[in-house]
T-cell receptor
Framework: GQQLNQSPQSMFIQEGEDVSMNCTSSSIFNTWLWYKQDPGEGPVLLIALYKAGELTSNGRLTAQFGITRKDSFLNISASIPSDVGIYFC??????????FGAGTRLTVKP | DSGVTQTPKHLITATGQRVTLRCSPR?????VYWYQQSLDQGLQFLIQYYNGEERAKGNILERFSAQQFPDLHSELNLSSLELGDSALYFCASSVDERNTIYFGEGSWLTVV
């Protein structure tokens, strides 16, 4: 299906810096999901958001479900080298209207 | 470990051949999804099954087919393989179509 608009495409940051990425869509979603993918492996679920306005944390990760239900952001605080990877957002609508962002490739320099 | 099992993990085959990728969903999940990911590309949705029935089709080529069996495992069949079919193929599953999906570790297909 049509991809979500995920930005930025890539980020090069210094260890210890905070990271922010977001996804937007012209469609409304009921669920927003954030995944991380390491090279050659399957995407691993980081955070799931089920309600508009919801703000959820998972360790150094924080994600929010936009109030309009058309966007979501993911923040990573105090980045570390193992945060390197590709982060995907996914929006889930009704009856398998599931779409993925193109991914944000994160590089963390020690 | 997501609980989704895919086999084989790696596969090398020649152009024109046919392969079958297998997926066992998480226990209790009724919905199975197949995705293709080429090098440095995003996830491309191929097809979805729910409790044995096809529910949605994405960018799946006519040379590809899939099915979900009564025990809920699924197979993705790729035939007349071309070099461009080389990719990671992911299976994912969810309880139903409105729930979070969990990915397997993928099957890496190389066509030579």
């Amino acid at each position: 299906g049509q991809q979500l608009n995920q930005s930025p495409q890539s980020m090069f940051i210094q260890e210890g810096e905070d990271v922010s990425m977001n996804c937007t869509s012209s469609s409304i979603f009921n669920t927003w999901l954030w995944y991380k993918q390491d090279p050659g492996e399957g995407p691993v679920l980081l955070i799931a958001l089920y309600k508009a306005g919801e703000l959820t944390s998972n360790g150094r990760l924080t994600a929010q479900f936009g109030i309009t239900r058309k966007d979501s952001f993911l923040n990573i605080s105090a980045s570390i080298p193992s945060d390197v990877g590709i982060y995907f957002c996914a929006g889930l609508g009704n009856f398998h209207d599931m779409r993925f962002g193109a991914g944000t490739r994160l590089t963390v320099k020690p | 470990d997501s609980g989704v099992t895919q086999t084989p993990k790696h596969l090398i085959t020649a152009t024109g051949q046919r392969v079958t990728l297998r997926c066992s969903p998480r226990s209790g999940d009724l919905s199975v999804y197949w995705y293709q990911q080429s090098l440095d590309q995003g996830l491309q949705f191929l097809i979805q099954y729910y409790n044995g029935e096809e529910r949605a089709k994405g960018n799946i080529l006519e040379r590809f087919s899939a099915q979900q069996f009564p025990d809920l495992h699924s197979e993705l069949n790729l035939s007349s393989l071309e070099l461009g079919d080389s990719a990671l193929y992911f299976c994912a599953s969810s309880v139903d179509e409105r729930n979070t999906i969990y990915f397997g570790e993928g099957s890496w297909l190389t066509v030579v």
